[in-house]
Structures are given as structure tokens and as C-alpha cells.
């Protein structure tokens, strides 16, 4: 025990546990309990303790230290006398217990205890006295008697009395002297009790040196100092232990170790099945007198040779197991420490060999390190006890694989570090290869594929390792268990990098996937014999009597059930082994690929034929620890990417996305040869990125292809960040990918997605969408266009997310890939002909919006469908973008810049009606995945307008099935009387005191198709397409007459143009088909409303022209303003349904009422529109012009069907408004929306002026209506132009300004206006006449009177003359004179 305690720290603790197994030490559990109250210096915790080791032990030790507590010491002298011969250890307790007292300087002193061993001593001298004359049999006796038969303190056969009084008091001080290392009162207390010990002469000075420590003897005065004395005990040590007499060298020992040796190898070899005689052994020690430790040396040595020399490992096994029973005589710590220095010693002699320069020994490591584990397999030893003599810790392994993997990351930073200062002639060759050209012939540069690492490179780096020699010893004998547990256990120090790991698991792994890989190659085989045989020669089948089982079940579905029938169990072995094994499994290229075959074998037969249970969490680990990092370190590796990604595949995105994260930021980060690879592909990615252009796109496609099989992950990360600094990389990129794997393109999904979620720069830049993020968006639509089968799921559930985060930048994906992939696009400027078939069914716009049907790709659009379908995203994606909408406006953050705001709110907007419409337009059956009424606008909270427009198409279908059933009929039905309750609900019930809730519902639930038939534009198409039919036919008939061309060439040409002409011929006849199918919806549309129309008219209790106004100014407000600002076709629907309105509710509606509202507060309207709500609400004062300047250029059409209706009533006992009259409420309408547009003309904020830019430019074919609202607002859109900064601004205000300069001409003027009016134009023709006839009377007069005064100048003229000739003579004297005058 004291040995033990003073080479090893944690003594106490060891002691604590040996006393709780076997109370081998008199005092152990004295210890034990003091160190459980941490020695607390008082008497009552003596007596506690003294208390509580009654418990423990039967000694009546408490009860003596209470007498000596008490005062009674003599009673105590005699009671310790008694104990001395009957009950040693109870005596050797009260020693500790009474030093301790005298430490603790309790009611006990130096000088008392000096005493009471004085007559201790004389009494041990009496006693041994009396033993010497009986023949020692006193001391049998007490050695029998003694209280558990046997002493802890090492007590000798044949030990004197005094001895055992001096071993038993030594050791309690020793005891003390290490509970008080620290100086103190205690320690003092100690040291004075041994130097009056030492004074008084009481035990020897030697044998103090015997027990105490250096320290303490050097306190007490024992020895000069602790160095010096340990020195000299080194010496003495080693002249005892280590040295021997030449004779006995020369003779004896070495004779010894010749006969054990020779007696154990006669017994053991692999060839023997002999044991070895103990007797032999014990008798070879006695006679020669060997050492116990040489003879377990020697020992291990001939058996660990024997098993090495064995043939197989159940041999070796065999040998051990049947010499058990001697290795079983040795101390097992004996073995362990033996085992120990052999370890020791081996690596020792590795360092030799290497300073040397030669290699080191691995075979002699297995062999030792197989022949342990055999032994603990055995269990003659236990592993726990060996880890501590093996090499490294795991803390060194641990430091050690840090250093590496930074020695990596600094060769990784190499790569990618250029020198500014380094000229061509200093470039290695390696870099001059950099330079070169990649593609060099018809082979690839080298530098492009540069080579991984070898493997022992990085053995090399991670050093010897003992602990791995073991794990791969166990592997070798199949102990898995303990295998497995010491892989966990040090996986931090890769284990797996060293080769007898390595080579062990590969074994194993081989054991594992070799039948059931044998067994898919034999499945192949017949699946393949099976096609061959089915196909017959010359390629055509065979019969049909072997594609049938002996159950009439196909063949096909016979093998698939055998190979699920294969695999019936899962083989969790295999699922363990391989996360151990780790990227290590690349070394051996074959066993990877069977590997990854029989994993994909695995997860087919768990989720597609349901035989068992597949632990997901085990499949990543298999994933990302071992196939994908392995996949990695293999260059080019297509052939293995496909399995892998055939077991990818059917796991959901969500798993294959954080697999994905796991492999790119767990393994490229801590794994040595990932960190150099991922650096060489980035290296090399760069490279290629900076090089690519339109030029050169087919070169590099299979080069990044290449590159991507093996390490998608970090290609893809260098691509997508180019993509997003460089936008014009877009389609260059999406070429680039022509070539790339499957798994690729899901990584490559994945990549896209992490960094639009976490980048850190920001999706808005202030002026819009930030040109990263529409670059990524970009490219999603185009590359989910190009590659089909590639899962968009993940995206689609991304713009969710970030919905619901309230981040609306990102809708640009969605309408991305809508757009790309349907070719529907939203929000463009539309020509009058795309405006005109808005109301036409499919095939008309088709017609118009060519471009939609030129761009889509249908294999994408089913499968973009479907992601929305089958994700279960099609009510969230439209709940988001509509809650998102109203967040923008009412609940979002104060905007500087309402253009932002506004851009924002319309692209939102026209995400929603382009995500609607691909719905409308692609899903099968859109009313079962659409919701009701009330779940969205009650438990979602959409507003009205876009839960009817999202469920439009389920109304309209119940709608028009109504109309079919009920033919003709006045009242509601029933299908159509289930939505009133929820109508009506919608709204206060004092609106629906002045509005219809069957007109309201009429309203919201039709469209422009039901309502109004664009007939011109049917015709338009048509024609044109019948012209182009004419042209075709004529090109038939040229190129069937042509004698010029070959016959190929012209069977091809008229093959081609017959093509054509039979496309042209359908498109024609859809279109008549069209036309003919929605002039009959109309027309029963009509008729329903024209029966309806007087029940709409009959609410509300007031007077008709009040309830008409009533009903007007609600239904505005509730209605056509919502609507009207959703998008042009619903602005263009509002404007017709006013129309029909007007002309079939005469009696409850008023639409000179409707406009004076719209013309006053047109300002407020313009105002309060986003960029495409005002195009939306020219567009609907575009077509309510446009009809009413019809009305007001056709007199007779107005005075049959317009002038009489009540709806044009201006009060409530006017007469029917003439057409006069009409036009000028037209011109006072013109006059307030000239007004209104010029107020926000001059408006200071830009947007105002925007939105009345666009409604004017929206306008410019029927507004200004007269030549006098145009010179207001020429004169502000002058200013604009002139004074305004903002450029697009000012471009607008151009635009408009050329617009109106070529249509002021044909504006008229309000006289010429009003002349549209048969009457006033009478009137006017004859007021000009009289004017004329007024004009020549005057001029008759003024021709008159210049006659008559043209005859009185002649007269004077004439008198004048004569005055003149008479004075001549008269004057001539003055004539001087009258020139001075002059």
C-alpha cells in the first residue's frame, strides 16, 4: 500500500475502493472514513467516527478512544494491551486514531503519547520474552487469533512483538503525514510528536527511513536532506535489484531461463496440444531462483511467438484459451505491466530504427498486438489496464489530428494565395501548368485533375499508434463488440487512417456486402437474359409465353419480389461498420461501389417493398461519414455517384439537404485529405470560371461535370457565388451543366438554396430586388426549365418560408420559375390586341400571347405542378403571398421611398396572379385541391378580392353548370343560394340594405369570358391565320411542281409544309370552336343577369333614383375599386359588367352617378395606387370612354338603346338625358379628370406623378376628349420635362408628351365636339350661314362707302389742282424760303 501510494497520485481514492472490495489493511477503512469528512480537526468528530465504524468493524476501538477522550488513559493502556494480543487490528485503528489526536491537539499531547508507547514497548518486550521461552507459540497464537486473520502492513512469519508495535505506529504516522502535506498547525503538531520520538530513543532512526518519506525525514531531523537521500536509496536500489554476481550471470540464471524456456516451447507451439506443467514452472523458479516477473516475460514471450505462428486465428485462439490455467497462476497486474514494457520496449526500438534510417517493424506490433487481445479475449487481462502502457493518449491523438488537419488547411490556403511579385521565370512547373491551356488535343490538362494525396502520407502525418494496432487486433479475431466501442471511443483520433483498422474493417465490410452483392449480379444477369431472350432476333419479341409466371404474375414483379425477399432483415452491422470506417473505404475503389450498391440494395427493400424498417438516422450517418466524403477522395466517380444517388433519391428533401450541409461543413472542414481536395476543386473551379466563355462552353462542360461527380458540394458553392457577382454568367453557367449527374444537380439545388438563406448581404438594395438574388432567381427558372427531374420542391418550400418570415424579395424565385418554365409573364405592357383577348378563352390567348406557348417546356410545367400539388403548397404559397401583400401596406416597416413600396406591393401582386393563373391554367382538377370561401377569408384572413380569385374558376364552373341545368330560369339556384350565407357575412348587413348579395356574388364569381365576347379579335386571328393557311397551301403546290430540287428534298419540303398546314387548320378550327362556344356562354350569362337584374333592383325601402344611387356608390366602393386594381383583365371585366349593368338594371343602377364619383375623386384614387393599379385604372377609364365616345359619335344608337334608360337619369324627375346633353356631362367628365390629372401632376412626391404619367399614357386613344384639357396638361408635362431630376420621371413624361404631340390633331375642338349632335350641328350650320350672309352685307357696305369717298377725293383733288396752277406764279418768290422750311 505505501509503495503504491507514493508512485501513484490518486492513492487515497484507490485505497477507497480496495477497502469497499476486501478490507486487505488494518486501516483502510479508518481511511476510508476519514477521508469521507475531509479530517475535520475535533474530538466530537473522533467520537462520530469512533461511532460509526461500529458499523463496519466489530472492534471496540470507539470505545477506547472515549475512554482516552474521557481521561481515562491508563484504562486505555490496559484496554490497547488487550488488543495487542487479541485483536491486531483492532489495535492498529487505535494507534491511528490516538496520533490523530495528537495532531489534532486533542486532549492528547507529544508527551503523553512518547509515554504510552514507552510502556507499549515494555509490555511488546515482556510478551516477546515469554514467546522466545515457549517456542514462538505465543506468536502463532496471535497470529491466529488476529481479527481478520492476517496483517495489511506486510508482517512477517517470525516478526518480533516491538516489530509489529513499530510497523503498526510508522504506518500510522505515514498515514498522517500524507492527510497533512500541507505546513500548518497539524503538520507542526506531527513533526514535533516524531522528534520527541526520536529524542526519546523510542523506534530507530533505519527504521524510520524504512517507512516515512524524504520530506518528512528531513523535518524531523531523520536525514540531512530529501535529494541526498533519495540519491542514496537509488543507488542502494540499483546495486540490489539490478545487479548481479558474475557466477550467478554466468551459471545459474542463464542455465534457468534455458530450462523454462525449453520446458514451455517443448509444451506450446501451434503444432502441440500440450499444456505446460505449473509444477515444472515453479519448480525451474525455486531451483534456480529466477525472478517471477523474468518468468512471466519469458512466458509471454513463447506463447505470443506460438500464436503468431499459428494458421488462423482460431488457432492462435485455441492456444491461448488452453494455456489459460498458467497464465492464471501470474498476478494479472504482473501480466499487465509485463505487457506494458513489452509495448514500451517495441516502441523504443521503432525510434532506434527510424533515427537509423531504416523502416519499422510493423509485423512484430500485429503480433503483439493480436496476442493481447487474445489475452483479453481470455480474459487473463483487461483492457482498461493496458490503455495506460500504450501510445499514444488520446489526447496526444487528439493534438495530433489537429496539427494535421492545420498542416492541410495551410496547404489548402497554398492553393488559392497569388504572388504579385513572382516574374515567369519564377514559376515551379506545377504553376506553369496552371497557366496552360486545359485542353490540349483530345486530352484534358493534368493540372485540371490534380492527384489526391496517397494514403500513407497521411499515416505518415498521424504517426505510430499502439491503441489502433489493438483495434485492428480485435477486428482480425471478429470481437466486434469491443471493436466497435473502441472506435467510438477514439474516433477523434481517426483511427480508421491506420492500416490494420483500415484492412480489418475492409475484411469485415468484404464478409458483409460479398452475397448479398453476388446476389443483385445474379439478379441482373437474369433480368438482362430475360430481355434478350423476350426480344427475339431481328429485334421483334418473341412470344408471350415466358412473360408470364407459373401464377400468371409478371416476370418483372417475381424478381423485384425476390430481391426484397433477399434482404428480409435490415443488416444493422453493416450500418454500423461503415460510419467507422469513414472516407477510408475510397482506398479500396471495388468495395466502395459494392458497398454503395448494396445501401441502395437496402433502402429499396425497406421503402418500396415495405420489409422492414429503415433507421433513418443510421442511413445519414452511412451517408455522410462514409459515401458521400468517400466519394469525395474518388476522382471522377460517376459510375459510383449513381448508386448513391439512387439511394438519395427517395429520401425527402429535407434529409437529403441536411445530409448535404453535414458532408460540405463537417467533413471538408475536419478531415485532412477532404480539406487539400475541396482546395484543389475550388482552385480548379476558379479557374475555370475566369476562363469560360461562349467560345469555348463545350470544352468546359465536361471538365466541370468531371470535377462536380466527385465533389459537387464545392464546385457548385464557387459557381454560384460567380453567378451571383456576375449576372451575364447566367445562361453560361446553365450550359455549363450539360453534362452533369443527377446527384450533382441536387447538390447544386442545394447550394442554391443555403445562399439565398444565409447570405449575409442584403435581397433589397434600396432601388429593388438586389442583383444577386435576381441572378439566383434567374437561373433557378432557367435551369428547372432545362432539367426536368430535378426536385423544385425544395425551392417552392423555401419561398414559403421566407413568406412567413415576412420576406417578400424573394417571390422573385417563384415568378421565375413560372415564368421560364409556363412562359406566363405578368405585368408587361399590353398591345390592343393582347388587351382585346383578355376576354377570349384559351386558345385566342394563346393566339395573342404567343410567347407562352413558344416557352413552355411541359415536362417541366407537369413537373412544377406537381411539387405544388403533392407538397401540399398550393393554398399556403397564395394564403402567404396575400397576407404578405396587406403586411406591405398596413403592417410593414415605414418606407422612405413609396417607389420601393409600390414596386414591392406590384410584384407581389403579379406574383399572385401568375401563380393563380398556372394553377387555373395546368391543374387537372383545380376544385379539389382549392379550398373554400370561408376558410380563406375567416381562418386565414384573405381579404374578399383574392379569395374570390383564387376560387374563381370553381364559381364559374357552378355557375355556367346552373345556367346549363336551369336554362331560362328568373330565380337563383340551389347550388349557387349554399354561397349567399357566406356572402352575406362578408359585410355589415346596412350594406347589404343597399346592394344585392346575389349582385355582389354575380360579381366576384364571373369573368371576363362569361361576359362579353371579343368577336373583332376572334376575326382578326382567324383571318390571319387563313391567310397564312393560303400561303402555305400556295408553297405546296410550288414545291410539289418544282423541278429543281431532288425528290428527297422535296418529299421532305411538302412533308413540312403539309405539317404546317395541318397545324394552321387545327389552331383555325379551336378558335371558331372557341368563339362559337363562348358566344353561346355569353349570351346564357346575359340572359341570367337580364332575369336577375330586377330582383338586384328591388332592395333597400327608399325611392328608386335613391335606391339606385344607393346601390351605385356601394357597389363601387365594395366592388369594381378592389377589382378593378387586381389586373387588366379584371379592370377591363369591371368596365364591361358597368356596361351590362347599365344597360340591363336600368332601374337600380345609375351610371352618370358612378362616373361623378370616379371624376371627383380620381386624385385620391391616383394617389393611392401602386405603379400597376394605376395602368389598371386606365385601363378602366380606358374602356368606359371608349364606350362612351362611341355613344356619343353614334346619335342614332344613343337615342334608341341609351338616352331612354333610367340609368342615365341626372335627378329623380329629370327626363331621359338627349344626346346632347350626353355629350356634355362627357366633356364636364373630360374637364374633372384634366383637373384631377394635373393636380397630381404637380404633386411633390414622384410616385403621384408616376401613377398619373402611366394613367395618362394608359388613356392617351380616348382622353383628352377635347383640344381645351389638353393645354393644362401640356403645360405640366412640359415642366416636368424641363425642371424635373429624376430620370425615369422625366422618361415617362417624354413618352406621353410624343403621344399626345401626334394625337393633338385629331382632338377636336369643343365646338366641333359638340357637333357630333345632329341638332346642334343643324343649328351651328345655320348660325355660320347667317354669320356668312352677316359677314358679306357688311363687306357691301364697306364697298360702298370706300366708293363714295373715293368720289369727294377726285372732287377736292381736282379743285385743289386748279388753286395750285393759279398761285405757282405767286409763290415762286417764296420758294427759297419754302425750302428752308421743309
Known amino acids: 500500500l505505501r509503495v503504491y501510494t507514493r508512485t501513484t497520485p490518486t492513492s487515497l481514492q484507490h485505497v477507497q475502493g480496495c477497502s469497499a472490495s476486501r478490507r486487505s489493511h488494518p486501516f483502510a477503512a479508518l481511511l476510508t472514513h476519514a477521508r469521507a469528512t475531509q479530517y475535520t480537526r475535533s474530538i466530537h468528530v473522533v467520537r462520530t467516527l469512533a461511532e460509526t465504524m461500529e458499523v463496519d468493524t466489530p472492534s471496540p476501538v470507539a470505545a477506547h478512544v472515549l475512554k482516552w477522550a474521557d481521561g481515562g488513559s491508563d484504562a486505555c493502556l490496559e484496554d490497547a494491551k488487550r488488543m495487542f494480543t487479541e485483536d491486531q487490528d483492532g489495535f492498529s485503528q487505535l494507534l491511528v486514531h490516538l496520533v490523530r489526536c495528537v495532531v489534532a491537539e486533542e486532549e492528547l499531547s507529544s508527551e503523553q503519547m512518547v509515554n504510552f508507547l514507552l510502556e507499549l514497548y515494555d509490555f511488546a518486550s515482556t510478551l516477546a520474552e515469554e514467546s522466545a521461552e515457549e517456542g514462538g507459540a505465543s506468536g502463532d497464537k496471535m497470529a491466529a487469533e488476529g481479527a481478520g486473520g492476517s496483517s495489511a502492513s506486510g508482517e512477517k512469519e517470525g516478526e518480533s512483538a516491538t516489530d509489529v508495535v513499530t510497523t503498526f505506529f510508522l504506518d500510522a504516522v505515514w498515514v498522517m503525514d500524507l492527510m497533512h502535506e500541507k505546513a500548518g498547525p497539524p503538520r507542526t503538531r506531527l513533526v514535533e510528536l516524531m522528534r520527541a520520538v526520536k529524542e526519546a530513543e523510542v523506534i530507530a532512526a533505519a527504521r524510520m527511513r524504512e517507512v516515512l518519506e524524504p520530506e518528512f525525514l528531513a523535518e524531523i531531523k531523520v536525514v540531512a536532506s530529501a535529494q541526498s537521500f533519495q540519491r542514496s536509496l537509488r543507488v542502494v536500489n540499483t546495486r540490489r535489484h539490478m545487479h548481479q554476481p558474475i557466477e550467478f550471470l554466468m551459471s545459474d540464471e542463464s542455465e534457468g531461463f534455458a530450462k523454462l524456456y525449453v520446458a514451455l516451447a517443448f509444451h506450446i507451439g501451434p503444432a502441440l496440444d500440450g499444456t505446460v506443467s505449473i509444477a515444472q514452472v515453479k519448480e525451474v523458479m525455486g531451483m534456480f531462483h529466477i525472478a517471477p516477473m523474468r518468468v512471466i516475460d519469458i512466458t509471454l514471450y513463447v506463447l505470443m511467438n506460438a500464436a503468431a505462428g499459428c494458421g488462423d486465428a482460431q488457432q492462435a485462439r485455441a492456444l491461448v484459451a488452453r494455456h489459460r490455467p498458467l497464465l492464471l497462476e501470474f498476478d494479472a497486474n504482473a501480466l499487465v505491466q509485463v505487457l506494458g514494457f513489452m509495448f514500451k520496449r517495441h516502441e523504443e526500438e521503432t525510434l532506434e530504427a527510424l533515427a537509423a534510417g531504416a523502416a519499422w517493424d510493423v509485423a512484430a506490433m500485429q503480433i503483439l498486438a493480436r496476442f493481447t487481445v487474445l489475452l483479453v479475449v481470455e480474459e487473463v487481462v483487461d483492457m482498461e489496464h493496458i490503455l495506460p502502457y500504450l501510445t499514444p493518449t488520446q489526447a496526444q491523438m487528439q493534438r495530433r489530428k489537429a496539427e494535421v488537419t492545420k498542416k492541410a488547411a495551410l496547404l489548402a490556403r497554398s492553393l488559392t494565395t497569388i504572388n504579385l511579385n513572382q516574374d515567369e521565370s519564377e514559376k515551379t512547373s506545377e504553376e506553369a501548368a496552371d497557366d496552360a491551356p486545359p485542353y490540349v488535343g483530345n486530352t484534358l490538362s493534368a493540372s485540371l485533375y490534380p492527384a489526391v494525396p496517397e494514403f500513407p502520407a497521411l499515416e505518415r502525418e498521424m504517426g505510430r499508434n499502439q491503441v489502433f494496432e489493438i483495434i485492428g487486433a480485435l477486428l482480425f479475431y471478429h470481437e466486434n463488440e469491443r471493436a466497435l466501442e473502441m472506435l467510438s471511443r477514439f474516433r477523434d483520433g481517426m483511427p480508421c487512417s491506420h492500416p490494420s483498422v483500415r484492412e480489418s474493417l475492409a475484411m469485415q465490410l468484404s464478409m458483409l456486402v460479398q452475397p448479398m452483392y453476388d446476389a443483385y449480379r445474379a439478379r441482373e444477369a437474369k433480368a438482362r437474359a430475360h430481355a434478350k431472350s423476350s426480344g427475339g432476333g431481328g429485334g421483334k419479341p418473341k412470344a408471350a409465353e415466358g412473360k408470364k409466371g407459373g401464377d400468371g404474375m409478371d416476370v418483372e414483379a417475381e424478381e423485384a419480389e425476390s430481391a426484397a425477399g433477399e434482404l428480409s432483415t435490415f443488416p444493422s452491422q453493416l450500418f454500423q461498420l461503415l460510419p467507422l470506417i469513414g472516407a477510408e473505404l475510397h482506398t479500396s475503389t471495388p468495395l466502395f461501389y459494392k458497398v454503395a450498391v448494396v445501401v441502395r440494395e437496402v433502402v429499396t427493400a425497406a421503402i418500396t417493398h415495405k420489409r422492414f424498417e429503415l433507421p433513418q438516422r443510421e442511413l445519414e450517418a452511412v451517408l455522410v461519414h462514409s459515401l458521400l466524403p468517400c466519394l469525395s477522395l474518388t476522382a471522377s466517380a460517376y459510375a459510383i455517384a449513381q448508386p448513391i444517388w439512387d439511394t438519395l433519391r427517395v429520401l425527402p428533401y429535407v434529409v437529403r439537404y441536411r445530409i448535404y450541409f453535414h458532408w460540405r461543413h463537417s467533413k471538408y472542414d475536419s478531415h485532412p485529405l477532404l480539406v487539400i481536395v475541396g482546395a484543389k476543386a475550388l482552385h480548379e473551379t476558379r479557374k475555370i470560371m475566369g476562363r469560360v466563355a461562349r467560345e469555348n462552353i463545350k470544352v468546359y462542360q465536361r471538365i466541370i461535370a468531371k470535377m462536380s461527380h466527385s465533389n459537387p458540394v464545392v464546385v457548385f458553392e464557387k459557381v454560384v457565388e460567380n453567378m451571383q457577382s456576375y449576372g451575364n454568367l447566367v445562361p453560361l453557367v446553365n450550359d455549363l451543366l450539360r453534362f452533369v449527374s443527377p446527384l450533382s444537380h441536387d447538390v447544386l439545388v442545394y447550394v442554391l438554396l443555403h445562399e439565398m438563406a444565409s447570405s449575409a448581404k442584403p435581397k433589397m438594395d434600396g432601388i429593388g430586388v438586389a442583383s444577386w438574388l435576381s441572378s439566383l432567381a434567374q437561373f433557378c427558372g432557367i435551369f428547372f426549365r432545362k432539367h426536368a427531374s430535378v426536385d423544385v420542391g425544395g425551392v417552392l418550400q423555401y419561398v414559403a418560408n421566407q413568406l412567413k418570415n415576412s420576406s417578400s424579395a424573394d417571390l422573385l424565385v417563384l415568378r421565375q420559375l413560372i415564368t421560364q418554365i409556363s412562359g406566363m409573364e405578368v405585368g408587361e405592357q399590353l398591345t390592343e390586341s393582347q388587351v382585346g383577348a383578355l376576354a377570349g378563352g384559351t386558345q385566342l390567348r394563346a393566339e395573342a400571347f404567343p410567347g407562352e406557348q413558344a416557352k413552355a417546356a411541359k415536362r417541366s410545367v407537369v413537373r412544377l405542378r406537381d411539387a405544388i400539388v403533392d407538397g401540399a403548397l398550393t393554398v399556403p404559397l397564395f394564403v402567404l403571398m396575400a397576407r404578405q401583400r396587406t403586411a406591405l401596406v398596413y403592417h410593414g416597416k415605414s418606407e422612405k421611398h413609396l417607389k420601393l413600396m409600390s414596386q414591392r406591393l406590384d410584384d407581389c401582386q403579379h406574383t399572385i396572379v401568375q401563380y393563380v393563373e398556372f394553377l387555373h391554367a395546368h391543374a387537372h382538377s383545380f376544385e379539389t385541391i382549392a379550398v373554400g370561401l370561408d376558410v380563406l377569408i375567416d381562418k386565414f384572413g384573405v381579404e374578399v378580392a383574392d379569395a374570390f380569385f383564387f376560387v374563381r374558376p370553381v364559381l364559374a364552373k357552378?355557375?355556367?353548370?346552373?345556367?346549363?341545368?336551369?336554362?331560362?330560369?328568373?330565380?337563383?339556384?340551389?347550388?349557387?343560394?349554399?354561397?349567399?350565407?357566406?356572402?352575406?357575412?362578408?359585410?355589415?348587413?346596412?350594406?347589404?340594405?343597399?346592394?344585392?348579395?346575389?349582385?355582389?356574388?354575380?360579381?366576384?364569381?364571373?369573368?371576363?369570358?362569361?361576359?362579353?365576347?371579343?368577336?373583332?379579335?376572334?376575326?382578326?386571328?382567324?383571318?390571319?391565320?387563313?391567310?397564312?393557311?393560303?400561303?402555305?397551301?400556295?408553297?405546296?403546290?410550288?414545291?410539289?411542281?418544282?423541278?429543281?430540287?431532288?425528290?428527297?428534298?422535296?418529299?421532305?419540303?411538302?412533308?413540312?409544309?403539309?405539317?404546317?398546314?395541318?397545324?394552321?387548320?387545327?389552331?383555325?378550327?379551336?378558335?371558331?370552336?372557341?368563339?362559337?362556344?363562348?358566344?353561346?356562354?355569353?349570351?346564357?350569362?346575359?340572359?341570367?343577369?337580364?332575369?336577375?337584374?330586377?330582383?338586384?333592383?328591388?332592395?333597400?325601402?327608399?325611392?328608386?333614383?335613391?335606391?339606385?344611387?344607393?346601390?351605385?356608390?356601394?357597389?363601387?366602393?365594395?366592388?369594381?375599386?378592389?377589382?378593378?386594381?387586381?389586373?387588366?383583365?379584371?379592370?377591363?371585366?369591371?368596365?364591361?359588367?358597368?356596361?351590362?349593368?347599365?344597360?340591363?338594371?336600368?332601374?337600380?343602377?345609375?351610371?352618370?352617378?358612378?362616373?361623378?364619383?370616379?371624376?371627383?375623386?380620381?386624385?385620391?384614387?391616383?394617389?393611392?395606387?401602386?405603379?400597376?393599379?394605376?395602368?389598371?385604372?386606365?385601363?378602366?377609364?380606358?374602356?368606359?370612354?371608349?364606350?362612351?365616345?362611341?355613344?356619343?359619335?353614334?346619335?342614332?344608337?344613343?337615342?334608341?338603346?341609351?338616352?331612354?334608360?333610367?340609368?342615365?337619369?341626372?335627378?329623380?324627375?329629370?327626363?331621359?338625358?338627349?344626346?346632347?346633353?350626353?355629350?356634355?356631362?362627357?366633356?364636364?367628365?373630360?374637364?374633372?379628370?384634366?383637373?384631377?390629372?394635373?393636380?397630381?401632376?404637380?404633386?411633390?412626391?414622384?410616385?403621384?406623378?408616376?401613377?398619373?404619367?402611366?394613367?395618362?399614357?394608359?388613356?392617351?386613344?380616348?382622353?383628352?376628349?377635347?383640344?381645351?384639357?389638353?393645354?393644362?396638361?401640356?403645360?405640366?408635362?412640359?415642366?416636368?420635362?424641363?425642371?424635373?431630376?429624376?430620370?425615369?420621371?422625366?422618361?415617362?413624361?417624354?413618352?406621353?408628351?410624343?403621344?399626345?404631340?401626334?394625337?393633338?390633331?385629331?382632338?377636336?375642338?369643343?365646338?366641333?365636339?359638340?357637333?357630333?349632335?345632329?341638332?346642334?350641328?343643324?343649328?351651328?350650320?345655320?348660325?355660320?350661314?347667317?354669320?356668312?350672309?352677316?359677314?358679306?352685307?357688311?363687306?357691301?357696305?364697306?364697298?360702298?362707302?370706300?366708293?363714295?369717298?373715293?368720289?369727294?377725293?377726285?372732287?377736292?383733288?381736282?379743285?385743289?389742282?386748279?388753286?395750285?396752277?393759279?398761285?405757282?406764279?405767286?409763290?415762286?418768290?417764296?420758294?427759297?424760303?419754302?425750302?428752308?422750311?421743309?
Not at 1154 to 1173: D, F, G, H, P, Y
Not at 1200 to 1215: K, M, N, Q, Y
Open 958 to 1382: 357552378l355557375y355556367r353548370d346552373d345556367i346549363h341545368a336551369k336554362e331560362g330560369s328568373g330565380g337563383e339556384s340551389d347550388t349557387r343560394g349554399e354561397l349567399m350565407p357566406l356572402v352575406e357575412s362578408l359585410h355589415p348587413a346596412h350594406v347589404w340594405e343597399s346592394l344585392s348579395p346575389h349582385l355582389f356574388a354575380s360579381f366576384w364569381s364571373l369573368s371576363l369570358y362569361d361576359i362579353q365576347e371579343p368577336g373583332d379579335v376572334y376575326n382578326s386571328y382567324i383571318e390571319k391565320l387563313e391567310g397564312e393557311l393560303l400561303e402555305e397551301r400556295a408553297k405546296g403546290k410550288a414545291a410539289a411542281a418544282a423541278n429543281n430540287m431532288k425528290e428527297e428534298d422535296k418529299k421532305r419540303a411538302v412533308k413540312d409544309i403539309d405539317k404546317r398546314t395541318r397545324a394552321l387548320e387545327t389552331r383555325i378550327a379551336k378558335l371558331k370552336c372557341e368563339k362559337k362556344d363562348q358566344h353561346a356562354m355569353v349570351k346564357h350569362v346575359l340572359e341570367r343577369i337580364r332575369a336577375s337584374a330586377g330582383q338586384w333592383a328591388e332592395v333597400g325601402s327608399s325611392t328608386p333614383f335613391t335606391r339606385a344611387k344607393n346601390a351605385t356608390e356601394m357597389f363601387l366602393r365594395i366592388c369594381v375599386l378592389p377589382r378593378c386594381l387586381y389586373s387588366p383583365a379584371d379592370a377591363l371585366f369591371c368596365a364591361q359588367f358597368i356596361h351590362v349593368l347599365s344597360m340591363e338594371m336600368p332601374g337600380g343602377f345609375n351610371t352618370l352617378h358612378l362616373m361623378n364619383i370616379v371624376a371627383k375623386e380620381l386624385s385620391k384614387i391616383v394617389c393611392a395606387c401602386s405603379e400597376a393599379e394605376a395602368q389598371c385604372v386606365g385601363l378602366f377609364l380606358n374602356h368606359l370612354l371608349r364606350t362612351f365616345m362611341q355613344w356619343a359619335d353614334d346619335e342614332q344608337y344613343y337615342t334608341e338603346h341609351i338616352g331612354g334608360l333610367t340609368s342615365f337619369l341626372a335627378r329623380p324627375d329629370a327626363p331621359p338625358l338627349p344626346h346632347y346633353e350626353f355629350l356634355e356631362v362627357l366633356r364636364s367628365y373630360a374637364r374633372c379628370f384634366s383637373d384631377a390629372l394635373t393636380k397630381c401632376l404637380s404633386s411633390p412626391e414622384p410616385l403621384h406623378i408616376r401613377n398619373a404619367l402611366y394613367l395618362c399614357t394608359t388613356m392617351i386613344d380616348v382622353f383628352p376628349v377635347v383640344l381645351s384639357n389638353v393645354t393644362k396638361l401640356v403645360r405640366q408635362v412640359n415642366h416636368i420635362v424641363e425642371n424635373d431630376k429624376r430620370g425615369d420621371v422625366k422618361l415617362l413624361a417624354n413618352r406621353y408628351r410624343a403621344q399626345l404631340q401626334a394625337r393633338t390633331p385629331n382632338i377636336p375642338t369643343r365646338e366641333s365636339f359638340r357637333c357630333k349632335n345632329a341638332d346642334y350641328k343643324k343649328k351651328a350650320e345655320e348660325r355660320l350661314k347667317l354669320e356668312e350672309e352677316q359677314k358679306k352685307k357688311e363687306e357691301e357696305q364697306k364697298k360702298s362707302k370706300k366708293k363714295r369717298k373715293s368720289k369727294k377725293s377726285d372732287s377736292s383733288k381736282s379743285s385743289k389742282s386748279s388753286e395750285s396752277s393759279s398761285s405757282k406764279k405767286s409763290d415762286a418768290g417764296d420758294k427759297y424760303a419754302i425750302s428752308l422750311a421743309l
